[in-house]
């Protein structure tokens, strides 16, 4: 008779002790710098929750991996962008896979991989202001700086 009273206070106990909160979110990257003066920009877009680089992006990146061959550059700087559709967290993975397909893409178009400097950079530096949970194309980006 003892253990059901036992395990019910013990139930009741543990109904009183607050849960702790959940961690707090990882901090946003830091701000994006603004291309050098002189430098090139290049701009490819994405469909949305898309991270491959489509048939219309080709053209762009071959012109950003001709403007590398041509001479002048040092080094590439490939950054990706997602809009606000999705959790904060799953668009900074998004934007980081956006900028990996990128570089995967220039390296093939001759840029040597270890001039490439490539990340996400999530939702933050929207091209296209919009509150959360907006689906903007002009967001769903990838800029390659040389």
Not at 89 to 98: A, I
Request: hydrophobic share 45%.
């Amino acid at each position: 008779m003892k253990r059901p009273i036992i395990a019910c206070s013990l139930l009741a106990l543990a109904a009183c002790v607050p849960v702790p909160p959940p961690p707090p979110a990882p901090p946003p990257p830091g701000p994006v710098a603004a291309a050098p003066a002189g430098a090139r920009v290049f701009a490819v877009y994405f469909d949305w929750n898309r991270s491959s680089v489509g048939a219309d992006a080709m053209p762009i990146l071959q012109q950003a991996a001709a403007a590398y061959r041509a001479g002048g550059v040092v080094s590439v700087r490939v950054t990706g962008y997602a809009d606000t559709s999705g959790s904060v967290r799953y668009n900074q993975r998004l934007s980081e896979r956006r900028a990996r397909h990128v570089a995967d893409a220039l390296v093939h178009m001759g840029v040597p991989a270890q001039t490439i400097a490539f990340g996400g950079v999530g939702e933050n530096d929207l091209a296209v202001p919009t509150p959360d949970g907006v689906r903007e194309p002009r967001n769903r980006r990838v800029t390659v700086v040389e």
